[in-house]
């Protein structure tokens, strides 16, 4: 097919020269035309058979696939061994729990009774034997001053047993002239005067009658 057009390219350039040719002679003038060159034919239908024909373009190279490259096949015992020891990391580990150690049942010391002795009895207190009168009491009465004065109605005074318990026997309030009066049913006994907690100084006599009367005036500080 390319040599074809070669051909055909050189022959219609042929065919134009000569027509070319032609019309000069046939239509000129008077005038001579300045002489041409006449054009080198080898020279022009070489230069038209380079342009026809068509250059070796290279054709790029396919790029040939090359072949896939195999995979590995997997070691099934080793991928299934390592799967099984990562779920093994991943799960969380248990814990020691102390076993739990009983309690040792330490006896509780029991305390022993420790006998009391026996309460004591009180020591008996012997007290005298007072005779009372069937008839009057005793009368024992007088004046009571405080520090020289007289004290306000109302001081007691009390008539108490000169014995180891200390017994009152009898018991008055001064009136507002400062005088007492003491009533003892008990004869043949001596007691202590006391005005308020003061021990006056001055005892009964010991009332040998029935219905005897003694003055007996009361000084205390």
Known sequence: MTQRIVRLSIVGLAAALML?????????????????????????????????VPTDTP???TDTPEPPTP?????LPATLAAMMAASQAAQPQPTDTPTPVPP??????????TPIPPTQPPPTVSLPVRQTFDGPPCIVAGLVTVGGSIPPAGTPVFAVSQSA????????????????????????????IYVRASDSG????????????EIRNLNVQ
């Open 202 to 213: 001055v005892d009964t006599s010991a009332c040998v009658s029935k219905g005897d009367r």
């Open 20 to 52: 070319a040719a032609m019309t000069g002679c046939f239509f000129g003038g008077e005038e001579e035309p300045e002489p041409t060159e006449a054009p080198d034919l080898a020279a022009t239908i070489a230069a038209a058979v380079s342009a026809a």
């Open 104 to 113: 040792t049942n330490t006896p509780v010391p029991v305390p022993t009774d």
């Open 165 to 192: 318990d200390g017994t009152v026997v009898a018991e008055d309030q001064t009136d507002t002239r400062g005088r007492y009066q003491l009533e003892i049913e008990y004869s043949d006994e001596v007691f202590d």
């Open 71 to 75: 995979e590995p096949t997997p070691d």
């Open 59 to 61: 054709v790029p190279p």
